[in-house]
């Protein structure tokens, strides 16, 4: 059942079915985090045995809410929430987020079944059910119970793992990568993979998604919707249920037929997916696509102070079709004017240990001016030459006062300082790693995004007279 999304994410009221006046129950901190999250809308708790929560009265059922209410957050037990949606239906509700356990993922089919009839019945569509809830940053909008504190920015996620979704929420606060979007499909027994990449696609706040999935009902669906999506913008897929035991897995945890891994990997090269195998690998693209979703070609100069860390990133760019050629004879003969005789200037060009933060300035900020430089990857090793914090400034200096707008990708190896400098670079929107290996591997997953689409593109255009004939 197809249909737009936007009342889920752009609602002008939200009720919370079962916002309980205990505190650590799911209903009330749920409705907690929808108003210290700042949404502007309208919030209703409903719950028949209050007269308030958290200051909000409270009103017995959704039909008696003043108003109308586009989204209703279930968490009420499983047993009752046939009922809640009858109600729902009679309030004129649009969506259903079902936060309840107890469906399909306990065995329970027909009770799963019969809320998406009796919901499609009244017109509602359900996210879930088995869900943490769903966050939308440019709504200011947490009808979870994960974490309350969200960083805004441009990627989405789309999680059949409750648990896994909650850590990522933190995990991206921590790590300096904002979210548009964190949404919980569970069970997915009716919005599924596919009706969100259809909006994200079209959302101007998301630039990328990254989906964990476990497994997925309607294939088709997801191959049209996921191919037309990474035409437009990275998808990045963390594919659960690679091998035997991690299909049974998932079957007994969100009650999904997870098919076989080699079809999987199939599937997600047709569709232009970027397939990653574990959370670090997800975050490491998620924060490169934040940034960038395109480059301009495969020239990419390798600019370090430490030897090894060059030979580490160009063996992983190597392994990953990037091969790095001689750096333009007109940049060399600039780095010639300051940097030491016994210097290297192949690429990786090799600042010396003795690299200052005024060196790495000067070499990034002459490769961004560079008509033949396509991207730069910054590697650092830490030393007391170069001080970690200063030379991200450095960095992001170097990329102030040039206009060129080129992809540039650090990895700063050390401690506790280089750390810091990590972090800083991140929250200033420059993709950073705390080794040479990831920020090679990031910046790889741009080329082959960029790959990726422009197969992509070349099948669109040699399918359009093929479609002509057809329709003939
Ligand atoms: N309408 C409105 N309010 C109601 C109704 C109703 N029909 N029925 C009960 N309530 C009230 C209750 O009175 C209670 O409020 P009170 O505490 O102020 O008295 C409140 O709603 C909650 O009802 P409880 O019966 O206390 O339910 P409880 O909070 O214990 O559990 C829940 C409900 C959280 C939905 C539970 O059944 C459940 O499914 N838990 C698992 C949730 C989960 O893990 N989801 C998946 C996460 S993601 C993943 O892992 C894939």
Redesign the pocket.
Known sequence: MPGTLEKLFRPSSIAV??????PS????LVLRNILSGGFEGRVYP?????EQ?LGLRSY??LSSTPGGVDVAV?????I?VL??VE?AGEAGVEFLVV????FK?VGNMDLERELVVRARKHGMRVL?????GYVYTPSKLNAS?GPSEVLPGKVAFIT????L??ALMGYSVVEGVGVSSVV?V??KADIDDADLLEFFEEDQSTSAVLAYIEGVENGRRFVEAASSFSARKPLIVLKAGRTEAGARAAAS??GSLSSGPALWEGVLKQVGALQVKDVEAAFDYARLFSAYSSVAGLSTLVLTNGGGAGVQAADILAENGIYLGEPPRDYVEKLRTFLPSFASTRNPVDLTGGATEELYYLALKHALDHPEVDSVLVLYCETKVADPLQTAEAILRALEDSEAEKPVVAGLLGGEGSRRAVKRLAERGVPAYPTPERAARALAALHRYAWLRSMLEKRRVQAQPQLALLHE
Request: with cysteine; charged share 10%; aromatic share 4%.
């Open positions: 079915v079962g916002a309980s006046r205990n129950k799911i209903g009330h409903v719950n028949p045995s209050a929560v017995p059922s279930v968490c009420v037990p499983a009752t009922d809640v109600d936060l309840s356990s107890g993922e879930g059910p088995n869900v943490f119970f059949q793992s409750g648990a979704g909650i919980s569970g069970n945890h969100t």
